[in-house]
């Protein structure tokens, strides 16, 4: 027990020593609007000097495609084919701190769990961190959306995504916009993009009504947008000379089951290479060449 207690400590001190400290609180009133209107916009949550040693890091990720292997690299609006001739127009890394760990150990990850917990309690933990890339001139939108479309309908999700770009984010390349209090529906009819079910990305039915009343929240680099699971939510095109980098966490209590049956018919629908990239290395021996 002693022994024990002894390396608790130890391993205390260690991550108080190598974990950079939260520098960020809510206000009772920002945390009063997150809930009202189902999203938040704060203008920094880490450093400059982070966001540049972020971009170079973000970059050779994505120069690297890393994870295309396991299914953790993706184009979110194309049949995202090895052999298409087509650069991705909306390339997506899942869960991007497995290949740089130095993502765990930022300011940015400290603050950002940190008004995490305000949010939705000290019982909140991160739940995951993914990467979408928009390259200058060709960056697709990302459609209309909630993110609770892509999950497993038979769970109830209780998450904060925090949506940091690495540059100045704008209308112009891409910055979030919101469909204020649309958090408190369920979630809506969606579609795969174009209605091909050989893509990833998802859309709602109906986009121009759902898009009524939308706010644009344009934000410095290193700023932070964040919004909960069913907030409807959309980036535009990005028509600038330089890429739009957003690197995303998602935080929350884990999801409970659903009382009431739903369908998810999109997710019924959808075969595409990359659940095929990502079966084949669940099904792949760990020590096997890929
Ligand atoms: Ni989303």
Excluded at 57 to 85: I, K
Excluded at 160 to 165: E, H, L, Q, T
């Amino acid at each position: 027990m002693f022994e024990w207690l002894e390396s608790f400590e130890w391993l205390e001190w260690l991550e108080s020593e190598i974990m950079p400290s939260a520098t960020l609180q809510l206000t009772p009133d920002q945390i009063a609007f997150f809930h009202r209107e189902g999203y938040l916009s704060i203008s920094a949550i880490t450093t400059a000097d982070e966001v540049v040693q972020l971009c170079g890091l973000y970059d050779r990720l994505f120069e690297t495609r890393a994870g295309r292997d396991v299914g953790d690299h993706l184009d979110l609006t194309s049949h995202d084919d090895d052999s298409e001739a087509q650069a991705p127009s909306l390339p997506q890394i899942l869960n991007p701190a497995k290949y740089a760990p130095e993502l765990a150990n930022t300011h940015l990850r400290a603050n950002a769990s940190a008004i995490a917990r305000q949010l939705f309690g000290p019982s909140t933990a991160f739940r995951f961190d993914h990467a979408i890339r928009k390259p200058a001139r060709t960056g697709a939108a990302t459609p209309w959306h909630q993110d609770e479309a892509y999950a497993d309908p038979a769970l109830d999700y209780h998450e904060v995504s925090i949506w940091i770009p690495l540059q100045e984010a704008t209308v112009e390349n891409g910055c979030m916009w919101f469909v204020p209090r649309s958090h408190t529906l369920d979630v809506v009819p969606h579609h795969p993009i174009g209605n091909d079910p050989r893509i990833v990305g998802l859309e709602v039915d109906n986009p121009d009504a759902v898009a009524t009343g939308s706010v644009a929240c344009p934000l410095p680099p290193g700023g932070a947008t964040l919004h909960h699971c069913r907030t409807l939510h959309y980036t535009g095109p990005n028509i600038s000379a330089g890429p739009r980098r957003a690197y995303i966490l998602a935080f929350g209590a884990p999801p409970t089951r659903r009382e009431s049956l739903r369908r998810f018919i999109w997710l019924e629908q959808q075969h595409t290479n990359w659940h095929e990239r990502s079966l084949a290395a669940k099904k792949r021996p760990r020590d096997a060449p890929t």
